[in-house]
């Protein structure tokens, strides 16, 4: 009885759920309208998030291929990856005397020895695989293994490193 109490009261056109009446033809653009706002904020907010970070916007250029803007300068991370994964991984162990960047003239033998025994035999932290001096020497935009040679570098030249105990001797006949 209590239902058709509702039902009768109902206005015409109004479907009756509980004590809430809700317009059958209003209930469908509501949504939409809804969904579309929803969306409209989640866009929003992830483009301000991104901006906050300082990350730049990707542009569609007419042929359709996405790329990054001008600000990104240099070689894309993944021509990068696939470049120093055709290395030889013979390669990534090998003993290297010169490393770009670095003034090893600047260095006495006795501090180049150190320096090198020890760029040498330690690994780079990218995941590269190489050591310490072949990064530099195969990958000169590392930004892993530019600011550690400089620091070892200046430790050795600067007297802090003395000596190169527990990394391997330079190989015979290099």
């Known amino acids: 009885?209590?239902?058709?109490?509702?039902?009768?009261?109902?206005?015409?056109?109004?479907?009756a759920v509980g004590r809430i009446h809700y317009a059958q033809g209003m209930r469908t653009p509501?949504?939409?309208?809804?969904?579309?706002?929803?969306?409209?904020?989640v866009a929003l907010g992830a483009v301000v998030l991104h901006r906050s970070f300082g990350l730049p916007m990707r542009v569609r250029p007419p042929g359709g291929s996405v790329t990054t803007t001008p600000e990104d300068a240099g070689e894309?991370?993944?021509?990068?990856?696939?470049?120093?994964?055709?290395?030889?991984?013979t390669k990534k162990?090998?003993?290297v005397d010169e490393i770009p960047d670095l003034?090893?003239?600047?260095?006495?033998?006795?501090?180049?020895?150190?320096?090198?025994?020890?760029?040498?035999?330690r690994a780079c932290t990218c995941g590269c695989g190489f050591t310490l001096a072949g990064c530099r020497r195969f990958d000169?935009?590392?930004?892993?293994?530019?600011?550690?040679?400089?620091?070892?570098?200046?430790?050795?030249h600067s007297g802090k490193l003395t000596?190169?105990?527990?990394?391997?001797?330079?190989?015979?006949?290099r």
């Open 1 to 15: 009885m209590l239902v058709e109490r509702q039902l009768r009261r109902t206005p015409a056109g109004m479907r």
């Open 30 to 41: 509501l949504r939409i309208l809804g969904l579309v706002g929803a969306l409209a904020g």
């Open 76 to 89: 894309d991370v993944v021509g990068r990856a696939l470049r120093l994964a055709a290395i030889d991984t």
């Open 93 to 95: 162990r090998e003993w």
């Open 103 to 121: 003034d090893l003239a600047a260095l006495t033998p006795g501090e180049r020895e150190t320096f090198l025994r020890i760029a040498n035999g």
């Open 140 to 156: 000169t935009e590392c930004e892993f293994s530019g600011p550690r040679a400089s620091a070892l570098f200046d430790s050795v």
């Open 163 to 173: 000596r190169a105990d527990g990394y391997r001797e330079r190989p015979a006949g």
